[in-house]
T-cell receptor, first 113, second 111 residues
Framework: QKEVEQDPGPLSVPEGAIVSLNCTYS??????FMWYRQYSRKGPELLMY????GNKEDGRFTAQVDKSSKYISLFIRDSQPSDSATYLC?????????????FGDGTTLTVKP | DGGITQSPKYLFRKEGQNVTLSCEQN?????MYWYRQDPGQGLRLIYY???????QKGDIAEGYSVSREKKESFPLTVTSAQKNPTAFYLC??????????FGDGTRLSIL
């Protein structure tokens, strides 16, 4: 079983919808949680970065971490066609090489005008 | 503009040939990483380096080699021992305990 499991998708929503993207993990040592957005033929770009549990909001994006359930989510409000991309969750542990992250397989989102 | 530059964008390899993918960063990051991404799959770590002249194998290092002679540069060689090299290769860098920043990748195909 993989350390990080991501809802596989693909996901297709109408413009303006609220989108929920989710990952579960098994390694309780994970302390750093990231969401990346990847457009086709491009490298991933960092969207959200949180440490330990809690919520973080940045514009239309909200990241939630529930360490007790080993579950993280990314919510996108008022989704736009420009949000169409693959979203990757990533996690890393404290202490070891903390920059060395474990990635989910990605969820491809399409927002239809 | 600070960032990570990967070149070339597209690369073709013949049977039995070694090819080298370039990765340069001007972010002054200590750590650098190479990942392989296959369609519908996440990123798999090939090699990483935390400091100059030191690097460690990742999860899928077989058939690949790297060097880290300068802080800014972390080239990846795909050797002829890598029997299935067709993939999208991503280079990343980071400072300690901070998320990685990625380049825009090199797509490698077999001729």
């Amino acid at each position: 079983q993989k350390e990080v499991e991501q809802d596989p998708g693909p996901l297709s929503v109408p413009e303006g919808a609220i989108v929920s993207l989710n990952c579960t993990y098994s390694n309780s040592a994970f302390q750093y949680f990231m969401w990346y957005r990847q457009y086709s033929r491009k490298g991933p770009e960092l969207l959200m970065y949180t440490y330990s549990s809690g919520n973080k909001e940045d514009g239309r994006f909200t990241a939630q971490v529930d360490k007790s359930s080993k579950y993280i989510s990314l919510f996108i409000r008022d989704s736009q066609p420009s949000d169409s991309a693959t979203y990757l969750c990533a996690m890393s542990a404290e202490g070891t090489n903390a920059g060395k992250s474990t990635f989910g397989d990605g969820t491809t989102l399409t927002v239809k005008p | 503009d600070g960032g990570i530059t990967q070149s070339p964008k597209y690369l073709f390899r013949k049977e039995g040939q070694n090819v080298t993918l370039s990765c340069e960063q001007n972010l002054n990051h200590d750590a650098m990483y190479w990942y392989r991404q296959d369609p519908g799959q996440g990123l798999r770590l090939i090699y990483y380096s935390q400091i100059v002249n030191d690097f460690q194998k990742g999860d899928i290092a077989e058939g690949y080699s790297v060097s880290r002679e300068k802080k800014e540069s972390f080239p990846l060689t795909v050797t002829s021992a890598q029997k299935n090299p067709t993939a999208f290769y991503l280079c990343a860098s980071s400072i300690t305990r901070q998320p990685q920043h990625f380049g825009d990748g090199t797509r490698l195909s077999i001729l």
